[in-house]
């Protein structure tokens, strides 16, 4: 399988595919309440299939071109991923995203993968932006965004409901010359 090393602690970036739906829901159920803080990721895969429909759901992206989804495996175990959730390239623009179940956390494995799928969207693809839409409440996520050198845009005031609570999202992005020029991967 085609894999990137994230560092030197047995960390990988991998394609995430539908025939690896079990996999996902055993990782998934690891980490449900911690990932499904701020975010439906958990609530979408329940349950063996809608962790498959939802995987399929990126498959489908993938070939349409219009998002990407990548697993990260730690010591051969399944822990987190990044993906574009929405790529546009006519446009120039996607957005990124990302997980990890609890014991993952706090390693640098999300900061380090999501350096990789951006390079290749700026330098392989030509993307012009790259945005990062999180709740103003995911302090763990934002952090994130700062170390990708990315630049807060604004906040979207009260833009989303999520288990019944309305959310206000801040709009963070890198630019392609930020980004080159930046050395950020
Ligand atoms: C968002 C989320 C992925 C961030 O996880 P994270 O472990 O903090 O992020 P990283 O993998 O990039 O690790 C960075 C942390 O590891 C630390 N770290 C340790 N070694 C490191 C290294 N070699 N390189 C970089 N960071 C390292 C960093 O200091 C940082 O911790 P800090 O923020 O307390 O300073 C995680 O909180 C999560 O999955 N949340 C639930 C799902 C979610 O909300 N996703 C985002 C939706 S917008």
């Not at 014991?103 to 969207?121: E, K, M, N, P, Y």
Request: charged fraction near 25%; aromatic fraction near 8%; charge should be negative.
């Amino acid at each position: 399988m085609f894999a990137v090393p994230l560092g030197d602690e047995g960390a990988e970036l991998r394609p995430l595919e539908p025939w690896q739906a079990e996999e996902f829901l055993a990782h998934m159920d690891r980490g449900r309440a911690f990932i499904g803080r701020h975010i439906g990721l958990s609530d979408a895969a329940a349950d063996l299939d809608s962790a498959r429909a939802w995987l399929q759901s990126y498959a489908d992206k993938t070939a349409s071109d219009t998002g990407r989804l990548y697993g990260i495996w730690l010591d051969g175990r399944l822990v987190g991923g990044v993906l574009f959730r929405v790529f546009d390239a006519a446009q120039g623009t996607c957005e990124a995203g990302c997980w990890l179940e609890p014991a993952a956390s706090g390693r640098g494995l999300v900061t380090r993968a999501a350096r990789v799928i951006i390079d290749w969207a700026v330098r392989e693809r030509g993307m012009e932006r790259v945005e990062w839409l999180v709740s103003s409440e995911n302090t763990p996520s934002i952090r994130v965004a700062q170390r990708l050198g990315m630049r807060r845009d604004g906040v979207l005031r009260s833009n989303h409901r999520y288990r019944g609570v309305r959310q206000d999202t801040e709009v963070w992005s890198v630019l392609a010359p930020e980004w080159i020029e930046g050395g950020a991967a």
